[in-house]
Protein backbone atom coordinates (compact mmCIF):
# COMPACT_ATOMS: atom_id res chain seq x y z
CA UNK A 1 0.00 0.00 0.00
CA UNK A 2 2.78 2.35 0.93
CA UNK A 3 6.20 2.22 0.19
CA UNK A 4 8.68 5.02 1.09
CA UNK A 5 11.88 4.07 -0.74
CA UNK A 6 14.95 5.67 0.21
CA UNK A 7 13.59 9.31 1.20
CA UNK A 8 15.12 12.39 2.65
CA UNK A 9 13.75 15.47 2.69
CA UNK A 10 13.92 19.00 4.32
CA UNK A 11 14.48 22.74 4.61
CA UNK A 12 16.36 24.97 2.67
CA UNK A 13 17.97 22.46 1.20
CA UNK A 14 19.00 20.67 4.56
CA UNK A 15 18.43 17.58 5.22
CA UNK A 16 16.06 16.38 8.33
CA UNK A 17 14.76 13.04 6.76
CA UNK A 18 17.85 10.78 5.79
CA UNK A 19 17.61 7.95 3.29
CA UNK A 20 13.84 6.28 4.94
CA UNK A 21 12.95 3.32 3.43
CA UNK A 22 9.71 2.06 4.60
CA UNK A 23 7.16 -0.78 2.94
CA UNK A 24 4.15 -0.81 4.84
CA UNK A 25 1.40 -3.63 3.57
CA UNK A 26 -0.76 -4.78 6.42
CA UNK A 27 -3.52 -2.66 7.58
CA UNK A 28 -2.61 -1.18 11.20
CA UNK A 29 -1.50 1.18 13.13
CA UNK A 30 2.06 2.36 13.02
CA UNK A 31 3.41 4.86 15.27
CA UNK A 32 6.03 7.01 13.94
CA UNK A 33 8.07 7.23 17.12
CA UNK A 34 10.71 9.50 18.30
CA UNK A 35 11.90 12.49 20.60
CA UNK A 36 10.96 16.15 19.42
CA UNK A 37 12.95 17.26 16.64
CA UNK A 38 13.59 13.23 15.40
CA UNK A 39 11.75 14.00 12.07
CA UNK A 40 8.01 12.96 12.45
CA UNK A 41 6.52 15.95 11.17
CA UNK A 42 8.55 16.11 8.06
CA UNK A 43 8.03 12.86 6.99
CA UNK A 44 4.49 13.28 7.38
CA UNK A 45 4.81 16.28 5.36
CA UNK A 46 6.62 14.35 2.97
CA UNK A 47 4.23 11.48 3.12
CA UNK A 48 1.47 13.48 2.70
CA UNK A 49 2.89 15.23 -0.01
CA UNK A 50 2.90 18.95 0.79
CA UNK A 51 6.76 18.87 1.43
CA UNK A 52 8.83 18.02 -1.52
CA UNK A 53 11.53 15.37 -0.90
CA UNK A 54 15.02 16.10 -1.63
CA UNK A 55 15.71 12.20 -3.23
CA UNK A 56 13.57 8.93 -2.75
CA UNK A 57 10.00 8.06 -3.28
CA UNK A 58 7.02 7.89 -2.08
CA UNK A 59 4.12 4.78 -3.35
CA UNK A 60 0.38 4.76 -2.44
CA UNK A 61 -1.28 1.95 -4.15
CA UNK A 62 1.80 1.36 -6.48
CA UNK A 63 1.36 5.06 -7.67
CA UNK A 64 3.91 7.79 -7.45
CA UNK A 65 3.00 10.22 -4.90
CA UNK A 66 4.96 13.39 -6.57
CA UNK A 67 3.83 12.95 -10.46
CA UNK A 68 0.43 11.86 -9.90
CA UNK A 69 -1.53 14.47 -8.17
CA UNK A 70 -4.95 11.89 -7.44
CA UNK A 71 -3.15 9.99 -5.09
CA UNK A 72 -2.81 13.03 -2.41
CA UNK A 73 -6.50 12.90 -2.38
CA UNK A 74 -6.61 9.37 -0.80
CA UNK A 75 -4.28 10.47 2.06
CA UNK A 76 -6.07 11.94 4.98
CA UNK A 77 -3.29 13.76 7.37
CA UNK A 78 -4.19 15.75 10.66
CA UNK A 79 -1.80 18.38 11.65
CA UNK A 80 -1.33 20.47 14.85
CA UNK A 81 -2.73 23.30 13.39
CA UNK A 82 -5.73 21.07 11.77
CA UNK A 83 -8.92 23.02 12.64
CA UNK A 84 -12.39 23.94 11.27
CA UNK A 85 -13.19 27.39 11.04
CA UNK A 86 -13.55 28.87 14.40
CA UNK A 87 -16.87 31.03 13.21
CA UNK A 88 -18.72 28.39 11.86
CA UNK A 89 -21.12 25.64 13.57
CA UNK A 90 -19.32 21.66 13.61
CA UNK A 91 -22.42 20.43 10.92
CA UNK A 92 -21.99 23.70 8.37
CA UNK A 93 -18.04 23.45 8.60
CA UNK A 94 -18.31 19.58 8.16
CA UNK A 95 -21.11 20.61 5.26
CA UNK A 96 -18.40 22.78 3.83
CA UNK A 97 -16.21 20.13 3.23
CA UNK A 98 -18.01 17.33 2.30
CA UNK A 99 -18.91 19.46 -0.63
CA UNK A 100 -15.95 19.89 -1.76
CA UNK A 101 -14.39 16.30 -1.43
CA UNK A 102 -17.81 14.51 -1.92
CA UNK A 103 -17.86 13.15 1.63
CA UNK A 104 -20.46 12.41 3.88
CA UNK A 105 -20.55 15.14 6.78
CA UNK A 106 -23.38 13.18 8.87
CA UNK A 107 -21.60 10.12 9.00
CA UNK A 108 -18.51 11.35 9.82
CA UNK A 109 -20.06 13.57 12.68
CA UNK A 110 -21.64 10.40 14.08
CA UNK A 111 -18.24 8.15 13.54
CA UNK A 112 -16.69 11.17 15.93
CA UNK A 113 -19.80 11.31 18.36
CA UNK A 114 -20.21 15.03 16.97
CA UNK A 115 -24.01 14.94 16.35
CA UNK A 116 -24.65 16.61 19.90
CA UNK A 117 -21.94 19.41 19.11
CA UNK A 118 -23.53 20.24 15.62
CA UNK A 119 -25.06 23.20 15.91
CA UNK A 120 -22.40 24.60 18.45
CA UNK A 121 -19.32 26.96 16.76
CA UNK A 122 -16.15 25.88 17.10
CA UNK A 123 -14.42 28.63 18.81
CA UNK A 124 -16.69 27.58 21.56
CA UNK A 125 -15.70 23.98 21.76
CA UNK A 126 -13.31 22.35 24.42
CA UNK A 127 -9.35 21.29 23.10
CA UNK A 128 -10.71 17.42 22.67
CA UNK A 129 -14.23 18.42 21.01
CA UNK A 130 -12.24 20.56 18.76
CA UNK A 131 -9.84 17.61 18.18
CA UNK A 132 -12.64 15.61 17.34
CA UNK A 133 -14.19 17.69 15.37
CA UNK A 134 -10.69 18.32 13.17
CA UNK A 135 -10.33 14.19 12.96
CA UNK A 136 -13.88 14.14 11.51
CA UNK A 137 -12.60 15.99 8.55
CA UNK A 138 -10.22 13.34 7.39
CA UNK A 139 -13.28 10.51 7.51
CA UNK A 140 -15.63 12.55 5.31
CA UNK A 141 -14.73 9.76 3.19
CA UNK A 142 -12.90 6.61 2.69
CA UNK A 143 -8.69 6.92 2.28
CA UNK A 144 -6.11 4.59 1.25
CA UNK A 145 -3.98 6.84 4.34
CA UNK A 146 -4.10 8.04 7.25
CA UNK A 147 -1.28 10.04 8.73
CA UNK A 148 -1.95 11.72 12.93
CA UNK A 149 0.68 14.26 13.72
CA UNK A 150 0.38 14.16 17.30
CA UNK A 151 -3.14 13.90 17.69
CA UNK A 152 -2.81 13.89 21.46
CA UNK A 153 -0.70 16.24 22.13
CA UNK A 154 -1.99 18.80 23.98
CA UNK A 155 -4.88 17.30 25.34
CA UNK A 156 -5.40 16.27 28.91
CA UNK A 157 -4.74 12.49 29.89
CA UNK A 158 -8.38 11.40 29.79
CA UNK A 159 -9.03 13.58 26.93
CA UNK A 160 -6.00 11.69 24.90
CA UNK A 161 -7.75 8.47 25.80
CA UNK A 162 -10.91 9.30 24.51
CA UNK A 163 -9.31 10.37 21.43
CA UNK A 164 -6.94 6.83 20.87
CA UNK A 165 -9.76 5.74 21.72
CA UNK A 166 -12.16 7.11 18.69
CA UNK A 167 -8.78 6.58 16.49
CA UNK A 168 -8.61 2.87 17.12
CA UNK A 169 -11.91 1.97 16.22
CA UNK A 170 -11.75 3.94 13.21
CA UNK A 171 -8.35 2.15 12.44
CA UNK A 172 -9.62 -1.20 12.04
CA UNK A 173 -8.89 -2.41 8.89
CA UNK A 174 -7.12 0.74 7.57
CA UNK A 175 -3.77 2.02 6.86
CA UNK A 176 -2.98 4.33 9.82
CA UNK A 177 0.49 6.19 10.60
CA UNK A 178 0.65 7.99 13.81
CA UNK A 179 3.31 10.03 15.47
CA UNK A 180 4.07 10.16 19.05
CA UNK A 181 6.78 10.92 21.73
CA UNK A 182 5.74 8.99 23.99
CA UNK A 183 6.60 5.46 24.47
CA UNK A 184 3.40 4.24 26.64
CA UNK A 185 0.69 5.86 23.90
CA UNK A 186 2.78 3.88 21.24
CA UNK A 187 2.33 0.55 23.16
CA UNK A 188 -1.15 1.31 23.93
CA UNK A 189 -1.77 2.21 20.21
CA UNK A 190 0.14 0.65 17.96
CA UNK A 191 0.79 -2.60 16.28
CA UNK A 192 4.02 -1.50 14.43
CA UNK A 193 6.64 1.21 15.71
CA UNK A 194 8.28 3.66 13.27
CA UNK A 195 11.48 4.51 15.41
CA UNK A 196 12.97 7.66 14.30
CA UNK A 197 16.15 9.11 15.39
CA UNK A 198 17.80 11.80 14.02
CA UNK A 199 15.57 11.61 10.98
CA UNK A 200 16.87 8.30 10.60
CA UNK A 201 15.02 4.72 10.77
CA UNK A 202 16.00 3.39 13.89
CA UNK A 203 13.56 0.16 14.22
CA UNK A 204 10.64 -0.65 12.07
CA UNK A 205 9.24 -4.18 12.76
CA UNK A 206 6.00 -5.50 15.43
CA UNK A 207 6.18 -3.72 18.77
CA UNK A 208 6.32 -6.70 20.54
CA UNK A 209 9.60 -7.34 18.64
CA UNK A 210 10.62 -4.01 20.10
CA UNK A 211 10.94 -6.31 23.36
CA UNK A 212 14.41 -7.94 23.36
CA UNK A 213 15.95 -5.44 25.12
CA UNK A 214 17.00 -6.26 28.99
CA UNK A 215 13.42 -6.54 30.51
CA UNK A 216 13.59 -5.80 34.25
CA UNK A 217 11.25 -7.47 36.63
CA UNK A 218 10.72 -6.39 40.98
CA UNK A 219 10.03 -9.22 42.63
CA UNK A 220 8.04 -8.65 46.39
CA UNK A 221 7.26 -11.85 47.82
CA UNK A 222 7.71 -13.85 51.41
CA UNK A 223 10.29 -15.51 52.72
CA UNK A 224 13.74 -15.97 51.20
CA UNK A 225 13.86 -15.98 47.14
CA UNK A 226 18.04 -15.75 47.07
CA UNK A 227 18.19 -19.67 46.95
CA UNK A 228 15.60 -19.89 44.32
CA UNK A 229 16.78 -16.97 42.02
CA UNK A 230 20.94 -16.75 43.02
CA UNK A 231 21.25 -14.47 40.15
CA UNK A 232 19.04 -11.69 41.41
CA UNK A 233 20.16 -8.68 42.58
CA UNK A 234 18.40 -5.94 44.83
CA UNK A 235 17.22 -2.20 44.22
CA UNK A 236 15.12 -0.67 46.74
CA UNK A 237 12.20 -3.09 48.44
CA UNK A 238 12.28 -5.38 45.17
CA UNK A 239 14.37 -8.33 44.24
CA UNK A 240 15.13 -7.64 41.01
CA UNK A 241 15.19 -10.70 37.77
CA UNK A 242 16.18 -9.58 34.48
CA UNK A 243 14.19 -11.71 31.67
CA UNK A 244 13.84 -11.96 27.96
CA UNK A 245 10.39 -10.93 27.90
CA UNK A 246 6.85 -10.63 29.24
CA UNK A 247 6.51 -14.63 28.64
CA UNK A 248 8.97 -15.46 31.22
CA UNK A 249 7.06 -13.44 34.25
CA UNK A 250 4.99 -16.32 34.21
CA UNK A 251 7.63 -19.03 34.89
CA UNK A 252 9.37 -17.26 37.20
CA UNK A 253 5.44 -16.97 39.32
CA UNK A 254 5.24 -20.55 38.68
CA UNK A 255 8.55 -21.17 40.31
CA UNK A 256 7.90 -19.45 43.50
CA UNK A 257 4.19 -20.72 44.01
CA UNK A 258 5.86 -24.20 43.63
CA UNK A 259 8.45 -23.76 46.30
CA UNK A 260 5.34 -22.07 48.35
CA UNK A 261 6.36 -18.39 48.42
CA UNK A 262 3.58 -15.86 48.64
CA UNK A 263 3.68 -13.29 45.77
CA UNK A 264 3.00 -10.15 46.66
CA UNK A 265 3.77 -7.94 43.59
CA UNK A 266 5.91 -9.04 40.43
CA UNK A 267 6.05 -5.67 38.19
CA UNK A 268 8.01 -4.33 35.49
CA UNK A 269 10.90 -1.64 36.50
CA UNK A 270 11.25 0.72 33.82
CA UNK A 271 10.31 0.05 29.92
CA UNK A 272 12.71 -1.62 27.50
CA UNK A 273 11.39 0.71 24.75
CA UNK A 274 13.22 3.89 27.13
CA UNK A 275 16.48 2.43 25.98
CA UNK A 276 15.76 2.66 22.40
CA UNK A 277 16.11 6.63 22.48
CA UNK A 278 19.21 6.57 23.85
CA UNK A 279 20.78 3.73 21.74
CA UNK A 280 22.76 4.54 18.68
CA UNK A 281 21.21 3.97 15.29
P1 LIG B 1 9.37 16.16 15.15
O1 LIG B 1 8.03 16.22 14.47
O2 LIG B 1 9.89 14.75 15.31
O3 LIG B 1 9.40 16.91 16.44
P2 LIG B 1 10.25 17.88 12.98
O4 LIG B 1 10.09 17.12 11.72
O5 LIG B 1 9.23 18.91 13.32
O6 LIG B 1 10.46 16.85 14.20
O7 LIG B 1 11.66 18.62 12.99
C1 LIG B 1 12.86 17.98 12.61
C2 LIG B 1 13.93 19.03 12.37
O8 LIG B 1 13.56 19.85 11.27
C3 LIG B 1 14.15 19.96 13.54
O9 LIG B 1 15.52 20.13 13.69
C4 LIG B 1 13.47 21.23 13.12
O10 LIG B 1 14.12 22.34 13.66
C5 LIG B 1 13.61 21.20 11.61
N1 LIG B 1 12.48 21.92 10.95
C6 LIG B 1 11.18 21.60 11.08
N2 LIG B 1 10.40 22.41 10.34
C7 LIG B 1 11.25 23.29 9.72
C8 LIG B 1 11.06 24.38 8.81
N3 LIG B 1 9.84 24.73 8.38
N4 LIG B 1 12.17 25.03 8.37
C9 LIG B 1 13.39 24.66 8.79
N5 LIG B 1 13.64 23.63 9.65
C10 LIG B 1 12.58 22.96 10.12
Redesign the pocket.
Known sequence: MLKISNLSS???GTE?LRGISLDIDEPAIYVVL?P????????FRTVAGVLDPMSGTVELGGKNLYSANEVRRDIGYLTHLSALPEEMTVAKALGFYAGIEDGDAQKAMESLGLNDLAARKVSSLSQGQRKRAAIAKLFLRDRKMYLMDEPTSNLDPVVAKEVRDILLRLSKEKYVMY?SHNLYEAQEIGDYIVL?KD?RLGFFGKKDQLRTGEYRVGIKASGDLSKLFPEATHEKEYLVMRVKGPREVGELVKKMVNAGVVVYEVKELGNPLEDLFDRGS
Open positions: GYNVGNGAGKTTMSLG
